[in-house]
């Protein structure tokens, strides 16, 4: 993902609502299931960590990432904004074409 597309994801995110919060249970298998459900309908979405929760919020965005082949965008402070491309017929967003050299 280039520098460009990262900003336009950021800046579409900043809009979107958390759709998930992770609590002292921190992840759990149903919660990644529901992660990666809401990615494949959305391709962009935000989670909130909160405070009762003692994992790092990086550490978790990078785990979450792997479990659903997820991009992470972003982390500020505890929200997490991931992203994962739709497939071809259920694409929502167009990113910024990358520039070949």
């Not at 298998?29 to 929760?53: F, Y």
């Not at 919020?57 to 659903?68: D, G, N, Q, S, V």
Request: net charge positive; proline share 4%.
């Amino acid at each position: 993902m280039t520098t460009k597309q990262r900003a336009y994801l950021k800046s579409l995110a900043m809009k979107l609502e958390p759709l998930f919060q992770i609590g002292k249970s921190s992840m759990s298998p149903n919660l990644t299931k529901a992660i990666a459900e809401a990615l494949d309908a959305r391709e962009l979405i935000k989670i909130r960590v909160l405070q009762n929760c003692g994992d790092d919020p990086k550490e978790l965005a990078t785990i979450i990432a792997e479990r659903t082949q997820a991009q992470v965008v972003q982390v500020i402070g505890k929200k997490i904004v991931l992203y994962k491309e739709g497939k071809d017929e259920k694409k929502v967003i167009q990113l910024p074409k990358a520039k070949s050299s």
